[in-house]
């Protein structure tokens, strides 16, 4: 037995996808059924299977516009401001 999406022989529980045809993983067949499509992965270079995460866009820094950031912050009017901007603005 394999998953017929991530190639994997081990898992905890075998699923099927939602026509019955496909055999899946726990982890694909889970992902599979609530987001109504296969699960994204890659096999990293020790062998084990990683999915791939992608972040949502968030709406700019209302201060400099970027919208990449480790920690979101909201302004007085509920804003979304950066980290920096916030640490900015905070010792100004």
């Known amino acids: ?4 999406n991530c190639k994997t022989t081990n898992t ?7 026509r019955g045809r496909i055999l ?8 599979q059924k ?3 499509k296969p699960r994204p992965f890659f096999m990293a270079k020790d062998g084990t299977i990683k999915i791939h995460r ?3 866009e968030h709406a700019p820094c209302t ?9 979101w912050k909201k302004g007085a009017n509920n804003e ?4 920096t901007c916030s640490i900015i603005s905070k010792n100004s």
């Open 12 to 18: 905890p529980s075998w699923r099927r996808c939602p």
């Open 34 to 36: 609530l987001h109504g």
């Open 63 to 71: 201060m400099c516009g970027t919208t990449k950031t480790s920690v």
């Open 1 to 4: 037995k394999y998953c017929d």
């Open 54 to 56: 992608t972040v949502p």
């Open 24 to 31: 899946l993983c726990n982890a694909c067949g889970l992902y």
């Open 80 to 83: 979304a401001i950066c980290l």
